[in-house]
């Protein structure tokens, strides 16, 4: 389990990097239209970095954690598959 979610972590690295650099015109016009400053001389500011990071991290953990949450609370079975009352 732990390696799972530390494997989604470290993947989601490059792949975060990738998708915040192919956002930058999204990236300009947010910053136009809102004038929260999001780029920078050299491309999008580190928050973006880290939203886009977190977003996806998020992402691929929240299947995992529902998966795991839908198995710690469901409902106990006996042997022949029947829901014990």
Do not use: D, Q
């Not at 732990?2 to 989601?12: D, F, K, M, Q």
């Amino acid at each position: 389990m732990l390696a799972t979610i530390l494997g989604g972590v470290a993947l989601a690295l490059p792949v975060a990097f990738m998708v915040t650099v192919l956002l930058h015109p999204f990236w300009s016009w947010l910053e136009t239209t809102t004038g929260l400053e999001s780029m920078g001389r050299h491309g999008p500011a580190s928050w973006c970095y880290g939203t886009i990071w977190g977003l996806i991290v998020l992402a691929v953990l929240l299947p995992v954690g529902l998966r795991r949450a839908h198995t710690l609370f469901a409902p106990a079975k006996n042997h022949s598959g029947k829901r014990l009352s």
